[in-house]
Structures are given as structure tokens and as C-alpha cells.
């Protein structure tokens, strides 16, 4: 997550990581009104990508997991290392193909009496 963040502002903003310092300059009011939108859509930048990176990550852990303690414990393990717990996932699922791991009860099937 982090490496995507710095490599969209690299492309983004590129002078303004170079320039950092100077730019906080609170005496250049134009300068000092450009860094701090340029802040605040580095704030919301980093929302966005957090948003899309650890919600799924979260809804996985708490629908793969049976116990409380076990989706408690796996949904905080979601949120800190989103990206990790997403490719534990992908390999126990999809490339060690675990026949018990989340796997979801399927609905029980009412028959109509004619």
C-alpha cells in the first residue's frame, strides 16, 4: 500500500517531495496556500487507498473465521497488515485449495408440499 501511495504522489508531485522544506515556508503566503492543499488531498489520497486496501481485508477476516475470539483476533490482524492478510488468503484458498477454509453453509432447501 505504502509503495503505491509513493510512487502515485512521485508522479504526481514530484518537485514538491524535492521541495518539501522550502515549501512550508509560512512568510510566501501563495506557497504556504498551495502546500496545504496539496496536503489535504494527501490526506484524502491516503483515505481512498486505505478505504479500498482494509475494508475487504476486514470483511474477508470476520466471514472466514467461525469463533468470536477467531474473528476478533484475524480482524485486527486485517486491519494493521491489510495486504499480508489478503494473500494468506489468495494462498489457502486458491493455491493450497484447503477444502475447509471459508467455506460458506449453504442455504437449506425448502421443498413445497403439492
Known amino acids: 500500500m505504502l509503495v503505491a501511495y509513493f510512487t ?17 515556508n509560512v512568510k510566501n503566503n501563495k506557497n504556504y496556500k498551495k502546500s496545504v492543499v496539496s496536503s489535504v488531498l494527501t490526506f484524502v489520497m491516503i483515505s481512498i487507498i486505505l478505504l479500498i486496501t482494509v475494508v475487504p481485508a476486514i470483511i474477508i477476516a ?36 484447503s477444502p475447509d477454509y471459508c467455506v460458506s453453509e449453504p442455504e437449506p432447501v425448502v421443498q413445497e408440499v403439492v
Open 62 to 97: 470476520v466471514n472466514c473465521n467461525n469463533s468470536f475470539l477467531g474473528k476478533f483476533f484475524m480482524s485486527i490482524f486485517a486491519f494493521i497488515f491489510s495486504d499480508f492478510y489478503i494473500c494468506y488468503y489468495v494462498f489457502k484458498k486458491f493455491v493450497f485449495k
Open 8 to 24: 502515485g504522489m512521485r508522479m504526481l508531485n514530484g518537485d514538491k517531495i524535492s521541495n518539501f522544506t522550502s515549501s512550508l
